[in-house]
């Protein structure tokens, strides 16, 4: 299994957009067989700042992902309200391990 | 519902202490009324990186965790392996948000 977490800083006036363009992604994105989870956050104190923490079950079922349309159109329509460069980080979950636990 | 996620860069050869510490903390907090998730995650690039992502029902929930005995043990002892501050951020789950997603 794979863990991201991606961060993500959006400029002033665009959150809604983007958590709406983000929840129709999580929705599409739940389908794919290798998709186990996938949370949308936005922070407390900072409404600006959302985490996506995106679960896979292996390296094959996150290329698979990023060749949906559903990814690809994520990525174009939300490019223009980035305020910075989105921060990704690739996990190894230690626990749990067992996938009926995700 | 809050989610918490930790980045905690531990001391090089500790990275097993802390996982272990870390994985009796997260098997009593499982058992909290209050807690939803505990995940255990390293870094797939550096293994000194930790990131715990954990969700709770409430801020009462939160409260109830931090006056454990499992948390304050296992911030105790964590404490020396410490590379760097642990940063902790707050958020609040966009989607899912029914209880029964997490």
Chains 1, 2 share one sequence.
Do not use: C
Not at 4 to 31: C, I, M, P, W
Not at 50 to 61: H, K, N
Not at 67 to 86: C, F, G, Q, S
Request: a negative charge.
């Amino acid at each position: 299994m794979i863990v991201y977490s991606v961060s993500v800083k959006v400029k002033s006036g665009h959150e809604d957009d983007f958590r709406l363009a983000s929840k129709f992604n999580r929705q599409e994105t739940r389908k794919e067989m290798g998709n186990l989870r996938f949370d949308i956050l936005q922070s407390a104190t900072d409404p600006k700042h959302f985490m996506l923490y995106e679960v896979y079950r292996s390296e094959d079922a996150v290329t698979a992902h990023k060749a949906t349309m559903h990814y690809k159109k994520w990525r174009e329509t939300v490019a223009p309200w980035m305020e910075e460069d989105r921060k990704g980080e690739e996990f190894i979950p230690r626990h749990p391990v067992e996938v009926e636990e995700w």
